[in-house]
């Protein structure tokens, strides 16, 4: 995939999301997308693909790593600079299948709804409010706008029909979705965000989780296991170095957390970069246990969230996290370096106990986690992660109290939060008590945020 192939240049030719940007002239955040799979740009009808070619080719020379790009991607180093720009283009698209147009998307999807609710498009035409004419139109040519009220009112009949008739599940189902979930969202914006192709109803469904995060946080969660019941003696007594797979981990990082708590540690520092299959169902509310308790001893948290995961897992994390960012304990960071594809890191700190590990990525269930007291180790392995958070911007920072608004920000009233969103910025009001404000700068929490609040009525530019 793209995604996978541009993160390997960065590691032959030593470069960044932010370097390579440089020499491309475009934001570091636009290959951000590319890099995390968020976006994919054609591959020769898209304004950035030449700028991207240019910004890899142009750091390869610059820094004397043409030979090592060229290695890479299996081209004769003697080409000039188009010809070995024109290998690299395919290199880097030979495995990525190419999206189709967001037109086709719109009349596939609207066909195969027309196909599921049973009605044909003279008399959806008829029931929207449109003439003949207008409907041909949108059946094989151009797809409306998102905003249009043409689309808006199709998408109306089309949801209605589809409970008259009783077939919505099976609208749901295309979408990816279940009936229940969409009942829990507001249902028109979502149908039309999953026919324009724009996201999937899914990730639409798990933004609408994230932003109720805010709204009603369980600080404390309720119904868990205590913390003497997880945290038992023989584990936290361990004198293990070495935990093995991801039932070691899973009790590794039991004896990192309850000794934290029970100690009082003032800080933890914690990052992985590696699957989160080892945060199993059945383990989460032990985890949750260990983080209450640390959260109510006053321990603060300090993490590196790894943002180069798929969409949903993202949402998933940050949602788990949002409660605990209300606490004020908890300050959360992100690096725009992109994490490797062959090796998988975790680093846990809290005062001289520490736990790391590292293997190839997919022998998570092999891997050896290391466990040291030693203060001096552990102050070795600190330094590292200093080295890496110096590289690191805020993810999510909250105040207290409601924000003063200046600059030239777009306000969505949402019922019960306010989302003022400008370019680069994100600004979330807490309206219920307790009143806190929340920002955000990294481009996708702005683009999912911005997709919730389009589904309200905008207000006047602030």
């Known amino acids: 995939m793209l995604k996978?192939?541009?993160?390997?240049?960065?590691?032959?030719?030593?470069?960044?999301?932010?370097?390579?940007?440089e020499y491309a002239g475009i934001t570091y955040s636009n290959i951000?997308?590319?890099?995390?799979?968020?976006?994919?740009?054609?591959?020769?009808?898209?304004?950035?693909?030449?700028?991207?070619?240019?910004?890899?080719?142009?750091?390869?020379?610059?820094?004397?790593?043409?030979?090592?790009?060229?290695?890479?991607?299996?081209?004769?180093?003697?080409?000039?600079?188009?010809?070995?720009?024109?290998?690299?283009?395919d290199w880097l698209y030979e495995d990525t299948p190419q999206p189709e147009s967001s037109d086709v998307v719109f009349h596939e999807r609207l066909s195969e709804i027309q196909t599921i609710v049973g009605i044909g498009s003279v008399e959806l035409a008829r029931l929207s409010g449109l003439s003949v004419d207008t409907m041909k139109k949108i059946s094989s040519s151009r797809a409306p706008s998102r905003n249009s009220k043409v689309l808006n009112n199709l998408s109306e009949v089309l949801l209605k029909l589809a409970e008259e008739k009783g077939v919505t599940d099976e609208v749901c189902a295309v979408m990816g979705i279940t009936s229940n979930e969409l009942s829990k969202m507001n249902?028109?914006?979502?149908?039309?965000?999953?026919l324009k192709g724009r996201t999937s109803a899914n990730e639409n469904y798990l933004i609408s989780q994230f932003v109720n995060s805010?709204?009603?946080?369980?600080?404390?969660?309720?119904?868990?296991?205590?913390?003497?019941?997880?945290?038992?003696?023989?584990?936290?007594?361990?004198?293990?170095?070495?935990?093995?797979?991801?039932?070691g981990l899973q009790r590794a990082v039991i004896r990192f957390l309850g000794n934290a708590a029970n100690?009082?540690?003032p800080e933890l520092v914690l990052y992985s970069d590696q699957s989160m299959e080892w945060m199993q169902v059945s383990y989460t509310p032990k985890w949750l246990t260990l983080m209450r308790e640390c959260l109510i001893k006053g321990v603060r948290i300090k993490i590196v969230h790894n943002l180069d995961r798929q969409p949903e897992e993202i949402l998933f994390a940050l949602k788990s996290w949002m409660p605990m960012y209300m606490t004020g304990l908890v300050e959360s960071y992100y690096c725009t370096d992109t994490s490797g594809t062959r090796f998988s890191h975790s680093v846990f700190i809290g005062g001289d106990d520490c736990i790391e590990g590292f293997c190839t990525v997919g022998m998570e269930k092999d891997c050896i986690y290391h466990y040291t007291t030693d203060s001096k180790k552990t102050e070795h392995i600190k330094a590292y992660y200093n080295k890496m958070l110096s590289r690191a911007y805020p993810l999510i920072t909250s105040e207290n109290g409601l924000p003063v608004i200046r600059g030239n920000y777009k306000e969505y009233d949402c019922g019960k939060i306010k989302i003022h969103i400008s370019t680069g910025n994100a600004v979330i009001s807490k309206l219920t008590a307790p009143q806190?404000?929340?920002?955000?700068?990294?481009?996708?929490?702005?683009?999912?945020?911005?997709?919730?609040?389009?589904?309200f009525v905008r207000n006047d530019d602030c």
């Open 4 to 21: 996978d192939r541009l993160k390997l240049l960065f590691r032959v030719i030593g470069g960044t999301t932010r370097s390579v940007a």
């Open 32 to 89: 951000g997308k590319i890099t995390n799979g968020s976006r994919i740009p054609k591959k020769k009808l898209s304004s950035t693909t030449p700028k991207l070619l240019k910004g890899i080719y142009d750091f390869s020379a610059a820094n004397d790593k043409l030979d090592a790009l060229c290695k890479t991607i299996a081209c004769d180093p003697s080409l000039d600079e188009n010809n070995i720009k024109k290998v690299l283009l």
């Open 187 to 194: 249902p028109v914006p979502v149908f039309i965000d999953w």
């Open 214 to 247: 805010f709204i009603d946080p369980i600080i404390i969660p309720r119904n868990l296991p205590e913390f003497e019941d997880v945290a038992s003696e023989d584990i936290l007594n361990d004198d293990n170095e070495s935990y093995i797979g991801i039932s």
């Open 263 to 265: 100690k009082r540690t």
């Open 436 to 455: 806190m404000t929340f920002r955000f700068k990294h481009p996708y929490l702005l683009k999912i945020f911005s997709q919730y609040a389009q589904t």
